[in-house]
C-alpha cells in the first residue's frame, strides 16, 4: 500500500533552518505530484508549496522565498527546505501526493483531504 512517511520537525527557534523529508514508498507512479501542507491547532490546513513531475515548483505566498520545495525520484523522497522561520511557522506539516498539478493539489488540498491523493502523518515544528 502506498506510504508517506515525514520526518525532520523539531524546535528551532526564530530565525534558524530545518529540511523536512518525506519518503514514498508503495507506489510507482511518476505522474504524481507532491506536496507540502501545514495545520497549526486551530486554524485550517494550509498547501504552502508543491512540484510537479517537470521540476515546475509553486509556493504559498506565507512562505515564498523563505522555503523551498525539492523532489529526488531516484530516492523517492521529497524534502522542504524552511528558513527564516518564524513563530507562525509553527505547526504539523504533512507531505503529499496527487494526481492533481501544483495549483489544484494546494487549493484543494487544504479541505478535500485524501480526496486528491496520498497523506503522510505528519511531522510537528515548533519555532519559538
Known amino acids: 500500500h502506498v506510504q508517506l512517511v515525514e520526518s525532520g520537525g523539531g524546535l528551532v527557534q526564530p530565525g534558524g533552518s530545518l529540511r523536512l523529508s518525506c519518503i514514498a514508498s508503495?507506489?510507482?507512479?511518476?505522474?504524481?505530484?507532491m506536496g507540502w501542507f501545514r495545520q497549526a491547532p486551530g486554524s485550517e490546513r494550509e498547501g504552502i508549496a508543491a512540484?510537479?513531475?517537470?521540476?515546475?515548483?509553486l509556493y504559498g505566498d506565507s512562505v515564498k522565498g523563505r522555503f523551498a520545495i525539492s523532489h529526488d525520484r531516484t530516492k523517492n523522497t521529497l524534502y522542504l527546505q524552511m528558513g527564516g522561520l518564524m513563530p507562525e511557522d509553527t505547526g504539523m506539516y504533512y507531505c503529499?501526493?496527487?494526481?492533481?498539478?501544483?495549483?489544484?493539489?494546494?487549493?484543494?488540498?487544504?479541505?478535500?483531504?485524501?480526496?486528491?491523493?496520498?497523506w503522510g502523518q505528519g511531522t510537528q515544528v515548533t519555532v519559538s
Open positions: 508503495g507506489y510507482s507512479d511518476s505522474r504524481l505530484c
Open positions: 503529499a501526493a496527487s494526481p492533481l498539478q501544483p495549483g489544484r493539489l494546494l487549493e484543494l488540498g487544504k479541505v478535500a483531504g485524501s480526496a486528491v491523493g496520498y
Open positions: 512540484i510537479d513531475t517537470g521540476g515546475l515548483t
